[in-house]
Structure formats: structure tokens, C-alpha cells
Nanobody, 123 residues
């Protein structure tokens, strides 16, 4: 059983940056593909990005491509989401997720989820 805890959310002005972290415990972190999803008020949860076991195989939603960067540190059991040039439409609860196998953008591909961290971008 893997536990995921996100941190790093907060309030930032448009154009600013935030770095989210997701700390994993209870499993072999390096064996999981990791993803970030987000859910804005009144909307369905959507895929943001994902990363493979060793830090390669990254994939991004078109809406964040060029602004967000996912990375991982297997020695620290942590995955990161660096968010630059933030826009008000990036406001959402951001969730970290872990997949036992190869995963892409569908929620059902992920087996474990964190509780989420709120990101609010003011205009």
C-alpha cells in the first residue's frame, strides 16, 4: 500500500511559480509511474503530466506544456511539479497519483492517490 502526500500549494499571482512535492511511503517508489492531475471548481479531474520509473517518459497536457515540468528523486521517494508562468485557469486542487504499471493520462491507470493540494492563481 502506497501513501502519497502532496505539499507546496498556495496562492500566487499570475505569472508566478510554485513547486509541488509529493512524498511517497509504504512501497517501492522507483517501481511506480507517477502522475499529476488537477480538479478545478465545478470541473472534472484532468490529467496534467506523468513520468516513468527512472525519470524519463514524461508526458504533458497541452494546456501546461512548456510551463510545467515533472521530475522525480527516487532516493527521496518524491515526485515534483515545477509550475511556471501560472495562469488563473491553473487554479485547482492538484493530486499526485502512482501507477503500478506503465500509465498515461487516464485516471483508471493509477492505483494510489494523494489527498491533493490547493493551488490558487490570482489575476
Amino acid at each position: 500500500q502506497v501513501q502519497l502526500v502532496e505539499s507546496g500549494g498556495g496562492l500566487v499571482q499570475a505569472g508566478g511559480s510554485l513547486r509541488l512535492s509529493c512524498a511517497a511511503s509504504g512501497g517501492t517508489f522507483s517501481s511506480y509511474w507517477m502522475g499529476w492531475f488537477r480538479q478545478a471548481p465545478g470541473k472534472e479531474r484532468e490529467f496534467v503530466t506523468r513520468i516513468g520509473w527512472s525519470g524519463g517518459s514524461t508526458r504533458y497536457a497541452d494546456s501546461v506544456k512548456g510551463r510545467f515540468t515533472i521530475s522525480r528523486d527516487n532516493a527521496k521517494n518524491t515526485v515534483y511539479l515545477q509550475m511556471n508562468s501560472l495562469k488563473p485557469e491553473d487554479t485547482a486542487v492538484y493530486y499526485c497519483a502512482a501507477a503500478r504499471g506503465v500509465a498515461n493520462s487516464r485516471e483508471r491507470e493509477y492505483d494510489y492517490w494523494g489527498q491533493g493540494t490547493q493551488v490558487t492563481v490570482s489575476a
